[in-house]
């Protein structure tokens, strides 16, 4: 089991920026791979950016350059910092989390599906 539970998120002005936190806990072997996922309004959940316990990364087209991913593991925090933000960045944020299924598997962006532990969301909303 994992627990997540996020903080951060809020409302800015386009240009802006804000940083979403995500402290874990529990069953480190299920932390392999993290995720930040976003869900605007009527939309599917997408995934935005991925971090593995090797520090490698992994982002969706639209925010590259422009989102950073990282993880904290002595601190037990994910991390997902937002520059430059969009109107089309709006959306309930959630990060998650999930363990190594077999040796040589990635953690590349993939369905939620893939993923087993969610943090409750955090409501991120730029204006223009």
């Known amino acids: 089991q994992v627990q997540l539970v996020q903080s951060g998120g809020g409302s800015v002005q386009a240009g802006g920026s804000l940083k979403l936190s995500c402290p874990f806990s529990?069953?480190?072997?299920?932390?392999?791979?993290m995720a930040w996922f976003r869900q605007a309004s009527g939309k599917e959940r997408e995934g935005v950016a991925t971090?593995?316990?090797?520090?490698?990364?992994a982002y969706v087209d639209s925010v590259k350059g422009r989102f950073t991913i990282s993880r904290d593991d002595a601190k037990n925090t994910l991390y997902l910092q937002m520059n430059s933000l969009k109107s089309e960045d709006t959306a309930m944020y959630y990060c998650?989390?999930?363990?190594?299924?077999?040796?040589?598997?990635?953690?590349?962006?993939?369905?939620?599906?893939?993923?087993?532990?969610w943090g409750q969301g955090t409501q991120v909303t730029v204006s223009s």
């Open positions: 998650a989390s999930r363990a190594k299924s077999y040796i040589g598997e990635g953690c590349e962006i993939s369905r939620p599906t893939v993923f087993n532990y």
């Open positions: 529990g069953n480190i072997w299920s932390t392999y791979c």
């Open positions: 971090v593995a316990t090797d520090g490698t990364t």
